[in-house]
């Protein structure tokens, strides 16, 4: 069975700071893994996924993430906040063998940009 | 993204009422989901349909009761809730099942 977790339920940055927000998973096989990100009311938008090929990972608005198979991990970075980029945060896996798996999504986590 | 959309965006109801959320896609897709976020929890998958049938049904409640009356429509159907059902009901949807989900922007729901 899958499982995610991660580290901080809140991260706080400085506009303009390094973001590094970090998930961690675990799977018997080779997982899918995505990012997603939630807006105050609003749902869940896709940031990016990795499936297989390159291990690091671009997706939307200047996140990316690298896949560690040794580590477990796909933590999410961006070189320099925005103020925009307050919002929930969750990684979610899915067993990349298995065509009609469910995801698991992790806890999330809230992303503070600070002025 | 407008590819999913959920009616009513907020409700409160009393726990005698009956209710029913409505989710609709315009993706083409053929899986539809619903899920359960209450606060300071991960997300709660309740209900999975692909090609229109339910596949998966997370040992949810008999209150809550789903219909996919085709591949663009979910609905939950809500009767005798309780307090603890208080939370934002997500709809999603994918081209099949486990494959990218694409959500709608929620149903906040409050029962007094």
């Known amino acids: 069975a899958q499982s995610v977790t991660q580290l901080g339920s809140h991260v706080s940055v400085s506009e303009g700071a390094l973001v590094l927000l970090r998930c961690n998973y675990s799977s018997s096989v080779p997982p899918y893994l995505f990012w997603y990100v939630q807006y105050p009311n609003q749902g869940l938008q896709l940031l990016l996924k990795y499936t297989t090929g390159a291990t690091l990972v671009k997706g939307i608005n200047g996140f990316e993430a690298e896949f560690k198979k040794s580590e477990t991990s796909f933590h999410l970075t961006k070189p320099s906040a925005h103020m925009s980029d307050a919002a929930e945060y969750f990684c979610?896996?899915?067993?990349?063998?298995?065509?009609?798996?469910?995801?698991?999504f992790g806890p999330g986590t809230r992303l503070s940009v600070l002025p | 993204e407008t590819g999913v959309t959920q009616t009513p965006r907020h409700l409160v109801m009393g726990m005698t009422n009956k209710k029913s959320l409505k989710c609709e896609q315009h993706l083409g897709h053929n899986a539809m989901y619903w899920y359960k976020q209450s606060a300071k929890k991960p997300l709660e998958l309740m209900f999975v349909?692909?090609?229109?049938?339910?596949?998966e049904n997370n040992s949810v409640p008999s209150r809550f009761s789903p219909e996919c009356p085709n591949s663009s429509h979910l609905f939950l159907h809500l009767h005798t809730l309780q307090p603890e059902d208080s939370a934002l009901y997500l709809c999603a949807s994918s081209q099949d099942q486990g494959q990218t989900q694409y959500f709608g922007p929620g149903t906040r729901l409050l029962v007094l």
């Open positions: 979610a896996v899915r067993n990349g063998r298995n065509y009609g798996q469910n995801f698991v």
């Open positions: 349909y692909s090609l229109e049938e339910r596949v």
